[in-house]
């Protein structure tokens, strides 16, 4: 059912209307069009098998409906047009050229050669000018092999063979980078024993790749090249280094003759992370915007390229820049039409702003009238999928709910806690990559154990702090940001601000 709400996604209502009047094999009135109608609004399985079957056990009729509407769905790609108004020139040409290769092939299929070779010429210019190397090169040999056997003409064929040979040693160079990019990169996920012996492995293969990178001015090789050199230096926490890798990468693709936009929104995406974890806001404005530029707005990754700019905001005491970018994604139109996961998180950015409003460090959203009061059992009961991700963003909305009692004075609400919290802490974050969550909420926890007691406070949580700076934010790789939303260092002196040194009873 998947691969048809994929299809339906490409081949929208409006397409469909233009390309039925070009035949498009659905009746408006049968059983398959139905099926359609109900996949475009959003049904599940069950009520679609339910609506056309009359029957949820999705049979061998529901089965074969669904394989008939996935034939035609396919066989109407090369009716529809793909393309859309934001496409720059080299996404357009990607479907053009894909669909007029394949004719060339139905064409030269039926002996039509002399319009299969008339539009493959076409279409290996279009290719070549874009850089759709291994296309280029399958078009080229069947071009090469028209003027070598049934049409001989020596001249062509020698100018063709010259091609191939040429596009033959490029393509190589670029399956090499991807499979060493693609082997390195699933390997380091999978294991995490082996990973400096992976890194020094990647590193020494990402060397080897120099020559060709001297020699082919290709998109595909420095693409996977640049990928991998920015992976083996952020696996190293190097990331001034990862910062020059992106800075070379968008040289070298702005430099190209078309909008090679799918490299620029990594590099300056990635040039983004980087600056995160070197906590550096200078220049940021200009690549922001830059970076932004190459993304469709309301896209999935313009919510992604924005949430980033955001933490760095936050991390670098921006709070004002944060709460802009705030308030402009989620005022979007599309933003509610993102996926759960996405409005989800910005919900707890939000709650995070909304402490530091609290607090008086962000004066800007003082008069802000729809930047409402904070209300903590509504935003736990509007964070359902976080709260199962127990070693991820659940650990940011249990430390945003402690600073709020603690902010409100709501200090019999933190006792209630401390047995769960210490469960928590013992079977959910005490490993190497959430060390640092474990350690702050130690160190939290030493607040109700200690009546809020300043000087106690801080005597008893200094060893659980000691231990937190021995694993640096720089050191706890890209993924940190995502939890660790304000620097745990910043949040406890935030929480110190609301102690005296009273004993609470």
């Known amino acids: 059912m998947e691969v048809l709400r994929e299809l339906v996604r490409i081949i929208t209502k409006v397409k469909l209307r233009a390309i039925r009047k070009l035949g498009f094999p659905l009746e408006t009135d049968n059983r398959l069009a139905e099926m359609y109608e109900l996949l475009a609004d959003g049904a599940s399985e069950e009520q679609v098998a339910l609506e056309i079957t009359g029957s949820a056990s999705k049979g061998g009729t529901f089965r074969r409906l669904k394989a008939d509407l996935v034939d035609r769905l396919v066989a109407s790609l090369f009716l529809v047009d793909l393309s859309q108004p934001t496409y720059n020139s080299r996404q357009r040409a990607y479907f053009e050229v894909h669909k007029n290769w394949a004719a060339v092939k139905i064409l030269l299929g039926k002996n039509a050669r002399l319009a299969g070779i008339d539009l493959g010429t076409q279409t290996l210019r279009q290719a070549l000018r874009y850089e759709f190397n291994d296309l280029a090169y399958d078009i080229a040999r069947s071009i090469r092999l028209h003027y070598g056997t049934v049409a001989p003409n020596h001249k062509k064929y020698q100018e063709y063979d010259t091609l191939c040979q040429r596009l033959q040693r490029?393509?190589?160079?670029?399956?090499?980078?991807?499979?060493?990019?693609?082997?390195?990169?699933?390997?380091?996920?999978?294991?995490?024993?082996?990973?400096?012996?992976?890194?020094?492995?990647?590193?020494?293969?990402?060397?080897?790749?120099?020559?060709?990178?001297?020699?082919?001015?290709?998109?595909?090789?420095?693409?996977?090249?640049?990928?991998?050199?920015?992976?083996?230096?952020?696996?190293?926490?190097?990331?001034?280094?990862?910062?020059?890798?992106?800075?070379?990468?968008?040289?070298?693709?702005?430099?190209?003759?078309?909008?090679?936009?799918?490299?620029?929104?990594?590099?300056?995406?990635?040039?983004?992370?980087?600056?995160?974890?070197?906590?550096?806001?200078?220049?940021?404005?200009?690549?922001?915007?830059?970076?932004?530029?190459?993304?469709?707005?309301?896209?999935?990754?313009?919510?992604?390229?924005?949430?980033?700019?955001?933490?760095?905001?936050?991390?670098?005491?921006?709070?004002?820049?944060?709460?802009?970018?705030?308030?402009?994604?989620?005022?979007?139109?599309?933003?509610?039409?993102?996926?759960?996961?996405?409005?989800?998180?910005?919900?707890?950015?939000?709650?995070?702003?909304h402490f530091l409003l609290e607090i008086g460090q962000l004066p800007s959203a003082a008069k802000d009238e729809e930047f409402s009061k904070f209300r903590i059992g509504r935003f736990l009961n509007q964070t359902p999928l976080f709260s199962k991700d127990k070693q991820g963003v659940n650990v940011s909305i249990l430390i945003i709910q402690i600073l709020f009692f603690v902010a409100r004075g709501r200090y019999g609400d933190t006792y209630d806690k401390i047995d769960a919290m210490e469960q928590y802490c013992r079977r959910h974050l005490f490993s190497e990559d959430t060390l640092r969550s474990y350690y702050f909420i130690k160190a939290l926890l030493e607040l109700p154990k200690n009546a809020f007691h300043r000087a106690a406070v801080q005597r008893k949580a200094a060893k659980h702090l000691d231990r937190l700076e021995r694993y640096p934010l720089e050191k706890a790789g890209q993924s940190t940001f995502i939890t660790e939303i304000i620097p745990y260092e910043r949040l406890w002196l935030y929480a110190l601000d609301f102690l005296s040194n009273h004993f609470y009873k």
């Open 170 to 353: 490029t393509v190589t160079a670029e399956i090499l980078a991807e499979d060493i990019y693609t082997r390195f990169i699933t390997e380091y996920v999978r294991q995490k024993a082996n990973r400096g012996e992976l890194i020094e492995e990647a590193r020494l293969s990402h060397l080897s790749l120099a020559p060709y990178t001297v020699q082919f001015d290709s998109y595909t090789l420095h693409l996977y090249g640049c990928l991998l050199e920015m992976s083996i230096h952020t696996a190293n926490s190097n990331y001034a280094e990862a910062d020059r890798v992106c800075d070379d990468a968008i040289s070298f693709f702005e430099a190209k003759p078309y909008v090679a936009s799918v490299p620029l929104q990594i590099a300056y995406y990635q040039k983004l992370v980087c600056h995160f974890q070197l906590r550096r806001f200078d220049e940021v404005e200009t690549f922001v915007n830059r970076g932004l530029a190459f993304l469709h707005e309301g896209a999935y990754n313009w919510f992604k390229f924005q949430e980033t700019y955001l933490a760095l905001a936050l991390h670098t005491e921006q709070y004002s820049i944060a709460y802009q970018v705030y308030k402009q994604v989620t005022s979007h139109a599309r933003f509610r039409a993102q996926n759960e996961e996405i409005t989800e998180y910005w919900r707890v950015l939000q709650a995070y702003l």
